[in-house]
């Protein structure tokens, strides 16, 4: 089940969800996932457990859904001078950030939920970083790669190793930017 | 916990994997995955849940590791006649297959446990397959591009799409792996 957008600010629905995300991350913060049920999430946050099913579907739906909050960018990416640098630099948080204890712990449950909602606009996420770096490029009068290019050839080999097997180098994160600015004349 | 390799094959240890592999595969097709418990895998294997939690350590780790060997490979990856043909002819199967249902339960299995031991052991298949295709390219003396090129090129963008949102279609698969294959002379 989809949480609604757009929930207005200041209403109940809105006051409902801050309570009960808020318990959320609390229990995680004092127990291990293991041990976290919803009726213990609804005591905290003050609703009832049904409130949690009715809007949430089931705690694997929630705990996906507090994850992608906590993926939500809270800056604007850094401004070096220029698109490459700052993709450089952008990568290099990224690949930081993901693979942390609780940026894997995150993405973990954001893929562990049964519909991909919370997957997309993590994406999402990603990819308005990278497109306010090439607006910038853009407007400096700089080449910057499509989108596609930079999500296909330097996010997506990012995110695979780190979920399938050891976190990439400094050194090969910028070869990725390197190498995503030099395919400006393939076909 | 990480379950031994190379274990003795008809030995206790084997026959003990071999019938609790058995019954998770059983009950993933009567019931949904939520209700599947470490007592009933037990019971349907014919050995103490005892037994489950000191072999595997919980019911995540388990089902990843039935997981893993339903994402092993079963064949060699198929011969057209050159290592650009089979590259692409084996990232459309790959694409296919890992966005399937099934496919993506079993990579959701892998994932979701907390060793990444299953998630490398999925990696390294797929690296093989792509080394077996460079060697009988090398073979027919073609060019074939590095395999890390080829798993951040090809496969890790196939991944991201399918894991963060939309499938790849066969078109941009197929443009992924001519563009590995352009990326010849690029420095």
Not at 124 to 151: L, S
Request: aromatic share 6%; net charge negative.
């Amino acid at each position: 089940m989809a949480v609604k957008e757009n929930i207005r600010p200041g209403g109940r629905s809105a006051r409902v969800q801050a309570s009960v995300h808020a318990a959320v991350r609390e229990l995680l913060a004092e127990m291990s996932r293991a041990e976290i049920t919803v009726p213990l999430i609804a005591m905290r946050a003050g609703v009832t457990p049904s409130t949690i099913y009715r809007r949430w579907g089931d705690l694997q739906q929630l705990l996906a859904d507090v994850a992608v909050e906590r993926l939500r960018p809270d800056m604007e990416p850094i401004d070096t001078g220029s698109g490459a640098g700052d993709l450089e630099v952008w990568a290099e948080q990224y690949a930081e950030e993901m693979s942390s204890g609780p940026g894997r712990e995150y993405v973990r449950d954001v893929l562990a939920a049964q519909t991909g909602d919370n997957a997309t606009k993590c994406c999402n996420f990603t990819r308005q970083q990278i497109e306010a770096i090439a607006v910038r490029a853009k407007e400096r009068g700089e080449f910057f790669p499509d989108i596609d290019a930079v999500m296909d050839s330097v996010v997506a080999p990012i995110m695979y190793r780190i979920l399938f097997g050891d976190v990439p180098t400094s050194a090969r994160v910028r070869e990725l930017v390197g190498h995503v600015f030099g395919q400006r004349k393939a076909p």
